[in-house]
């Protein structure tokens, strides 16, 4: 059984930077390709940002230029490197396999970003 694990979320400033994390069992992420997903109030989940295992990277277009996905294997953790936010960006975020989620989702990590 796979599991997923983000942390890291917080209230931050417009403008402001996070780094989110996100560690699995039962999944190396070096062998699968993996990415970020987020949900805001009263919307769907939408795709944020994909790290192939062939290496390349894929964002959503509101994001590019904005948000670095990579991953230390050694360590099997995902992260998220978010710079000048917004607050669109507020939402609850997850991880796991991109761009088709194929886990079960973990609980997320809440990004608040305020004006």
């Known amino acids: 059984q796979v599991q997923l694990v983000e942390s890291g979320g917080g209230l931050v400033q417009a403008g402001g930077s996070l780094r989110i994390s996100c560690t699995g069992t039962g999944i190396v992420f070096r062998y699968n390709s993996v990415g970020w997903f987020r949900q805001a109030p009263g919307k769907d989940r939408e795709f944020v940002a994909q790290?192939?295992?062939?290496?390349?990277?894929r964002y959503l277009d509101s994001v590019k230029g904005r948000f670095t996905v990579s991953s230390d294997y050694s360590k099997n953790t995902l992260y998220l490197q978010m710079d000048n936010l917004k607050p669109e960006d507020t939402g609850l975020y997850f991880c796991?396999?991109?761009?088709?989620?194929?886990?079960?989702w973990g609980q997320g990590t809440q990004v608040t970003v305020s004006s």
């Open positions: 790290l192939h295992d062939a290496g390349f990277t």
């Open positions: 796991n396999t991109a761009p088709g989620a194929m886990h079960p």
